[in-house]
């Protein structure tokens, strides 16, 4: 080991993957593969974050997406750079995207791999023309082992996923992501063009100090979470940001709890299950947190369609065990 004084041993994140490729038996490479196709969009997308003011790429493109959200320029460009990514790794059959109304099918064979990602190229973009964090969130799942890949592989369990991450373009850009084998933080070096492992093994606090909720939508909760926001309110800070990557990012290095929970106005909760509360989950549980509906895990919901939504709470374990007694009282 040489030693310079001078950090010269710096582990990337295509570095912290090849890590773990080394300790699976007889690993096939492509997860390393996939797993360097999605940091390469998201490097690609935060320069062009970083750039939208200057480059015309703010605002909306007039049209509007299947959720019936004003679509931004950027949520285009973030989804397109995803799926050319995506497509060019070789390793995806489907692709789910908040953006395309239908499941992306990878036909040429030279090109469809045995994996299946659920992906939300630009989260919060309601806080991109106002230059506040927003960042993109994956999911990956593997096909089941027959040759027949179809909706079974993409309507599922999250507890099937394999992987998953969200890259947060904010003061610093970070990339957080779990194989299952613990959660880890990667901080992009714009002058090299490298994200660093510079979080490993995140473990979320016990319980936190901060609640994160959107307020405005008080008249409408239920009643449990009425009492829940009502009880936290009289000893935690408020933090809410609007972009659920970077409320989870914030709860997970922090502690605390977010929540977007259903309620009388958005009966299933705005989130969608396949690629912002399946992936948020599974990251939060790696960090040994917890994620639930207030009345079930999170995780184990199962989807009908790709783009249903759910409520969900998330964040120190003892902090959402609290939140589920209300459910339960
Ligand atoms: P997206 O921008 O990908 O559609 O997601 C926005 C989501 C999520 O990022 C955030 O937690 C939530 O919308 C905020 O919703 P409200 O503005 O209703 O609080
Ligand atoms: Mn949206
Ligand atoms: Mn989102
Ligand atoms: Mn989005």
Redesign the pocket.
Known sequence: KINTGVGTDLITMTRWVLDQQRKVQDASGDLTILLTAIQFGCKFVASKVKQAGLINLLGLTGSSNV?G?DVKKLDVLANDIFKNALVASGKCCFLVS?EDERVMVIEDPSFRGKYIVTF?P?????NIDCGVSIGTIFGIFKVHDDHAPGSKDIIRSGRDLVAAGYCMYGSYVELIVSVGTGLHGFTLDPAIGEFILTHPSIRIPSRGKIYSI?E??YKYFDEPTKKYVDSVKTKYSAR?V????A?VHRTVLYGGIFG?PADSKSKNG??RILY?VFPMAYLVEQAGGRASTGKQDALDITPRHIHDRSGVWLGSADDVADLEAFYRA
Do not use: I
């Open positions: 959720q959200e908040e939300d630009l989260d919060g973009s309601s959107n405005g939508n809410y609007g972009s659920m990557v409320d977007y705005k989130l912002e």
